[in-house]
């Protein structure tokens, strides 16, 4: 048994380059096989699962180490001290960069956006943190860098930070301090300094496996579901059957997809393979862009949990720019590409 | 015994980390006292604003995750 958690990382790293490099070779081997011709429905189907699936969880499973030890540099602590006294402006872009690397559960937004208000961190800066932290994370690149390559992965990156940016130094500028919840105006600043706590590399390499066991064992089930959707979507839904309705010539499918998008939720995981393959029959890229997005950062329980501190008017408005913003990324892709 | 708060607003990584304490503080057979703080002026109190967080003989020990088992098992064995 080795101890040294340093040997199991090395040792971790050839075995994943192992499993990564044999990807290709596995599902070709498994599919030859099935009983089931290659190029029949059922043929592309499966090796777009078998070939897929592995290869997402194991992207997903490095990527969380890696994150989870550059987390434990990145606590909202930290944060809030780096963003506090800030004005608006670069402090937004500041907030939505910091969005991405901190880690951040919907169920903390409460302690935290009240956490931020007191240490005198402008609302529209919290609210760039709020909207990227969720949007933009290191899931949802994964998946994107997996099934699209590294290019969608970056404009996604990209927009979903301007985004962030622009809808947070918005809200700033409305001044929407007094649509906070009356106990929450009261709340005293105070001074904020902080403590670093020193970390061995030792307990930073534990904190990257928990991050593993706790991300890559919860979202493993959504992946594998979003998967076989996306794969049976390949292999049934005729070519080009999405171009008519979510493709570049309907201009009202982005609206639309948002609309659809921002009730729903799950979580990136389980949405992007779905996008994938909406993509692979026709389906334009700004639209599906804009239907994840709006998915992944707007959801019903963070916004039950914001009403808390944030009354329903500004809520409204929160949701609207968000949304908005989304509309534009859509629009502007379809656009462009 | 150890006075023990995990404080978060009942979200599952709360459940999680209360539910770890027990079990660890039943397999060192530490005696602990488990107090479950929900309200967010009290989580505010110490100052935590990434739940869940955890406090030990008034000490904040953790906050921002679900800690490891050997954590935990080094914060029982330390006091």
């Known amino acids: ?337 | 015994m150890l006075e023990v708060k995990v404080l978060g607003g009942g979200c599952n990584n709360c459940k999680v980390t209360a539910s770890l304490l027990e079990g660890v503080a039943l397999d060192m057979k530490v005696k602990i006292n488990l107090e479950k703080v929900e309200d967010i002026q009290d989580i505010m109190a110490y100052d935590v604003i990434s739940t869940p967080g955890v406090v030990i003989n008034g000490k904040l020990v953790h906050r921002g995750s679900v800690p490891s088992r050997q954590q935990v098992e080094r914060w029982f064995s330390e006091k």
């Open chain 1, 1 to 337: 048994m080795i101890t040294d958690k340093r040997v199991q990382v090395i040792f971790g790293l050839f075995i994943w380059t192992g499993l990564y490099a044999s990807l290709i070779p596995f599902s070709e081997w498994l599919v030859a096989l099935l009983p089931v011709e290659g190029d029949s429905h059922l043929g592309e189907a499966i090796a777009f699962f078998v070939y897929d699936a592995p290869k997402v969880l194991l992207l997903l499973t490095v990527v969380v180490f890696v994150m989870g030890i550059i987390n434990t540099w990145f606590t909202s602590e930290r944060t809030r001290a780096l963003l506090a006294g800030r004005s608006l402006g670069l402090a937004n872009m500041l907030a939505a960069s910091l969005g991405v690397v901190t880690p951040f559960c919907s169920c903390s937004a409460v302690p935290l956006f009240i956490g931020f208000v007191q240490a005198g961190v402008p609302l529209g800066v919290t609210f760039s943190f709020l909207i990227a932290a969720p949007m933009v994370n290191e899931i949802a690149l994964t998946l994107l860098f997996g099934l699209f390559g590294w290019k969608v992965a970056m404009l996604y990156l990209g927009l979903g930070l301007t985004v962030a940016i622009l809808g947070g130094i918005l809200l700033g500028k409305l001044h929407v301090e007094r649509y906070l919840e009356p106990w929450v105006q009261n709340i005293t600043k105070k001074d904020v300094s902080f403590e670093s706590e020193a970390r061995s590399l030792e307990q930073r390499l534990e904190a990257g496996y928990a991050a593993v066991k706790d991300v890559v064992g919860k979202v493993w089930i959504y992946i594998l579901v979003g998967i076989a959707v996306g794969a049976f979507i390949h292999g049934y839904v005729p070519e080009n059957f999405m171009a008519s309705f979510m493709g570049r010539d309907a201009w009202w499918s982005v609206p639309l997809a948002v609309i659809i998008g921002v009730p729903m939720y799950s979580s990136a995981a389980g949405i992007i393979p779905v996008v994938q393959a909406l993509l692979a029959k026709g389906a334009a890229l700004g639209t599906a862009l804009a239907f994840m997005m709006s998915v992944v950062a707007l959801s019903l329980p963070e916004l039950i949990i914001l009403r808390k501190v944030l009354t329903v008017r500004l809520i409204a408005m929160f949701v609207s720019i968000v949304a908005l913003g989304i509309l534009l990324v859509g629009f502007v892709f379809n656009l462009v590409l």
